[in-house]
């Protein structure tokens, strides 16, 4: 029966209520219990970004006049971004609802200033990991991608990519990791193509641009793959990931004004005076730009390389416990993603009994693997999940399955 709107209000106590209990069924990610979705840095994090997205939620980064202080915000956000991320002078970006218009906008972004060249270049080569944000950005542009399998190490293989990228090559595409397997993609080789072939990279750093950063600082050995890699032109990092920032946060970063130019759109054919939007939404929720704002300020350096001791020792951590069990770890992760395998049973029927424990993870299906993208709330849970683990992998080796509860979460 179709929901209709109640002929009187209800008090907020009421509603509160209503509302706690339709969350009842939904997965306690506040306990550890949610490894995909949330990132979660604590309660207190938590607050800041509530309480910040409280004070500036009827604002409307729309109207920069009305709202300079959104302006500013966001201003400053994206300058620690672009500090963070080794940024040449002259660099800039903004922020955005997610790691799919970021990359959206990097595709347009792309594919106008080809066209202003005279360019009729179409074509996306992406890595087989690659996020399928991308194909949705070619299906919105009328563009092309192809995607072309990963090395051995489950990283992008760049001489296949090369070969992959001829004259109708527009973009070459990179993570950072990437979120199937975690690993980080050969950037420098990658780059050497791009300006080899004069095509653009892009480096989808959506899951470790505001994690890999603190990771080095903290001695985590990972190679070069942000704007200090010459051929990098444009890089996503969202700061709802691993930023800790609300939901949505991101941030599209350029390697100058004269790209993100063909990223802005202006329209003055209306009888209310012109527009001009630097992302594809018009109305920008205030909440959004001061949460990331309060959270990057309120944590600092100190406070993100914490966090990112955390993540990082409770995926080592995890990836040890699993290999103790006979199960395979993909790659070499060295973020907070870890996915890992079994050689010698059903692993999706070990993710199911795991789910019956509360679990909510995710899978990967080439290999099949069961999928962990960590936060700083997992550090007090690991051992918890590595007993269930045991357990559910004695389960299925004694004839256990775990169909219905994969059924239930597809």
């Known amino acids: 029966m179709r929901a209709t709107l109640p002929r009187h209000g209800s008090a907020w106590p009421?509603?509160?209520?209503?509302?706690?209990?339709?969350?009842?069924?939904?997965?306690?990610?506040?306990?550890?219990?949610?490894?995909v979705y949330v990132f979660h840095?604590?309660?207190?994090?938590?607050?800041?970004?509530?309480?910040?997205?409280?004070?500036?939620q009827s604002e409307n980064a729309l109207g920069p006049l009305?709202?300079?202080?959104?302006?500013?915000?966001?201003?400053?956000?994206?300058?620690?971004?672009?500090?963070?991320?080794?940024?040449?002078?002259?660099?800039?970006?903004?922020?955005?609802s997610g790691g799919t218009e970021s990359i959206f906008l990097a595709v347009k972004a792309c594919r106008d200033g080809a066209r202003a060249r005279g360019s009729r270049a179409d074509l996306l080569v992406l890595p087989r990991s690659a996020h399928?944000?991308?194909?949705?950005?070619?299906?919105?542009?009328?563009?092309?991608?192809?995607r072309v399998p990963v090395a051995a190490d489950f990283c992008a293989d760049p001489e296949a990519m090369a070969r992959a990228s001829g004259d109708d090559a527009l973009m070459l595409v990179g993570s950072a990791p990437c979120f199937p397997y975690g690993v980080i993609d050969p950037i420098e080789e990658l780059a050497a193509i791009s300006?080899?072939?004069?095509?653009w990279l892009h480096v989808d750093a959506c899951v470790g641009g505001y994690?890999?950063?603190?990771?080095?600082?903290?001695?985590?050995?990972?190679?070069?793959?942000?704007?200090?890699?010459p051929g990098v032109r444009s890089i996503s990092a969202d700061l709802h990931k691993y930023g800790y920032a609300a939901k949505g946060a991101s941030t599209l970063f350029h390697r100058d004004e004269a790209q993100r130019a063909h990223q802005i759109f202006e329209f003055h054919d209306w009888p209310a005076g012109g527009m001009t939007t630097p992302t594809a939404a018009g109305t920008r929720p205030g909440g959004a730009i001061a949460a990331a704002w309060a959270v990057l300020h309120y944590l600092g350096e100190s406070g993100y390389r914490e966090k990112?001791?955390?993540v990082c020792d409770t995926r080592e951590r995890i990836a040890r416990g699993v290999a103790a069990q006979g199960l395979r770890v993909l790659g070499d992760p060295r973020l907070g993603i870890v996915a890992y395998t079994a050689d010698d049973l059903d692993v999706f029927a070990v993710w199911g009994r795991l789910a019956r424990r509360g679990w909510m993870t995710a899978l990967c299906t080439e290999p099949k693997a069961i999928h962990l993208m960590l936060s700083p709330a997992h550090a007090q849970v690991a051992d918890v999940?590595?007993?269930?683990?045991?357990?559910?992998?004695?389960?299925?080796?004694?004839?256990?399955?775990?169909?219905?509860?994969?059924?239930?979460?597809?």
Request: with cysteine; proline share 4%.
């Open 14 to 35: 009421a509603l509160e209520a209503r509302m706690r209990e339709y969350a009842a069924g939904d997965v306690d990610w506040r306990s550890g219990r949610a490894a």
């Open 41 to 56: 840095a604590g309660e207190d994090v938590l607050r800041v970004a509530a309480d910040a997205y409280a004070l500036f």
């Open 66 to 96: 009305a709202f300079p202080s959104l302006r500013r915000m966001e201003q400053e956000v994206v300058e620690i971004g672009l500090s963070l991320l080794h940024a040449p002078d002259g660099a800039c970006g903004n922020m955005t």
């Open 132 to 146: 399928p944000a991308f194909d949705k950005a070619a299906s919105y542009l009328g563009l092309r991608c192809v």
């Open 195 to 199: 300006r080899e072939r004069g095509v």
């Open 211 to 229: 994690l890999a950063p603190f990771a080095r600082m903290n001695g985590v050995a990972l190679p070069a793959f942000d704007f200090e890699v």
């Open 308 to 310: 990112a001791r955390q």
């Open 385 to 410: 999940y590595l007993a269930d683990l045991a357990q559910a992998l004695a389960e299925v080796r004694a004839g256990a399955s775990g169909a219905d509860v994969r059924a239930r979460y597809a």
